[in-house]
């Protein structure tokens, strides 16, 4: 698993990326209660707003970490958004990306490097 | 935050493991680690402990109760010489333009009146007293006491274990209660829509008090994260969102707060700041309305949301001005101002969510049916 500054998570499968919020992130926000998700087959652009998400807190945005094309979106998180805080970096993925360059990977931190990070 | 004021309560908050935040220039605490959602539903359920000592509290006293009501009558548009001893009544501070310059709440005290009073605006509340009052009435600000609100089904069982008296009180009605040895003002009143209390305890005995009403059954600390999404589901106002000094009673469709003794053609008609401008919009009505806002979507509608007339082009007729997710409700729920004649419950409109129009319906308050002991 990969990390980003901006707290998601990025799991390789074959061609493709599964992206979440991590544990700290997901904290952080408190209990989640709204979840927008991108269309699929939408064409993204790092750092595009892709993902809403809104806890009883406030609204965030989640941006896409890489360029690449949005192949499948998890459903099951507009239904319950309590799922956000009960497994971050499991169940709860947001989008799965089509990868258009995989050299912007090698930027993102590992598990170590995102727990030195976030202190 | 060192420029910030701390409660009686701010070490134990601390202990609770309180995530603190500056509020109306206190450090209060948000959220414990149950969390916003968990400590909403448990206050609906159970009983939850709010720290509530950044609010005002203030005494007025004089000659007689009549010098005290009579006085106080000048600066709110309420019914104050008809309280009866012992019993609280909600009330506002209004300007000359009859805007809201704060909200309240009022109790007698037997000769005295007993007047809790909004955080953010407790400096100008009580500079007002005393500049319209003293020195016929003695205005007291209470420096040294904190206030304590238990709150939810379960608040009667966990006072009344430490004075059975509670029990034998009613919605609105205040009186002295000893709580385990020490000696307090309780009120049965609150903020959240439930039953409870609210408890005035001097500083010193604060912390004791509240370690006693948490170790009751069912008793957890709530913070005020959860105090909102509570009070918004109840239909309460919050001052300086809900109303403020640009919004008459009328408009915040409070009309049931200025007592039939104090409009025209009433007893004791007018009298107080901005009467002719609150008579006159009790006789024609006003231009907005403060309405419920329920979302049709998951999307919650927040504060500043722009309310439109259609689900493209049209007209802003509205502006949220309190809204989030509901847990009780189990659904994002808001209010806010529209113009009147879209005010009727069951009206359609949109509101304008990251530039999208997302419909809405005109929704009656409460959202979720008030829990008082009548």
Known sequence: MKFTEEHEWLRVEGDEVVVGITIHAAEQLGDVVFVELPEEGTTVSKDDEVVVIESVKAASDILAPIDGEITEVNGALTDNPSMVNDDPQGEAWFFKLKVSDASQMDEFMDEAGYQAFIG | ?374
């Not at chain 2, 409870?196 to 600390?221: F, H, M, N």
Request: net charge negative; with cysteine.
């Open chain 2, 1 to 374: 935050m060192s420029d910030l004021n701390r409660t009686p309560l701010f070490d134990l908050h601390v202990e609770l493991g309180a995530k603190m935040v500056p509020f109306a220039g206190y450090e209060m605490p948000v959220q414990y680690p149950l969390g916003v959602m968990k400590e909403h539903q448990h206050t609906r359920d159970a009983a939850g402990l709010f720290d509530v000592s950044h609010m005002g509290q203030v005494i007025l006293s004089g000659q007689s109760w009549q010098a005290v009501a009579t006085a106080f009558e000048t600066l709110v548009p309420m019914d104050v010489l008809g309280l009866g001893d012992g019993r609280q009544r909600y009330g506002l501070f209004t300007n000359d333009a009859g805007g809201i310059e704060d909200d309240l709440m009022f109790a007698r005290r037997g000769d005295d009146l007993f007047v809790v009073v909004n955080a953010a605006c407790k400096t100008a509340d009580i500079a007002r007293m005393k500049a319209a009052l003293e020195p016929e009435i003695t205005v007291t600000a209470l420096t040294d006491r904190a206030l304590i609100a238990v709150q939810g089904p379960g608040a009667e069982a966990a006072v009344s274990a430490m004075d059975a008296a509670a029990a034998d009180m009613t919605f609105m009605h205040v009186r002295d209660l000893t709580l385990d040895g020490i000696a307090v003002w309780a009120s049965r009143s609150g903020y959240t829509g439930e039953d409870g209390y609210e408890i005035s305890v001097p500083d010193a005995q604060a912390e004791a008090l509240t370690r006693k009403l948490l170790a009751q059954d069912g008793v957890e600390a709530i913070g005020l994260g959860a105090r909102d999404s509570l009070r918004l589901e109840a239909g309460l106002c919050l001052y300086g969102h809900d109303i403020d000094a640009t919004t008459n009673p009328v408009e915040g469709a409070l009309n049931w707060a200025v007592q039939k003794v104090r409009r025209r053609d009433g007893d004791r008609a007018g009298g107080f700041p901005g009467a002719e401008a609150v008579m006159a919009a009790f006789e024609n009505g006003a231009a907005r309305k403060r309405v419920g806002l329920l979302p049709e979507g998951r999307a919650p509608m927040r504060e500043g949301v722009a309310i439109f007339d259609a689900d493209a082009g049209g007209t802003q007729v509205g502006t949220v001005t309190s809204g989030g997710f509901g847990p009780t409700f189990g659904g994002p729920v808001a209010m806010g101002y529209v113009a009147t004649e879209h005010s009727k419950t069951g009206t359609p409109l949109w509101g304008e969510v990251r530039g999208k129009r997302l419909p809405l319906t005109i929704a009656k308050l409460p959202f979720v049916a008030a829990n008082f002991k009548r």
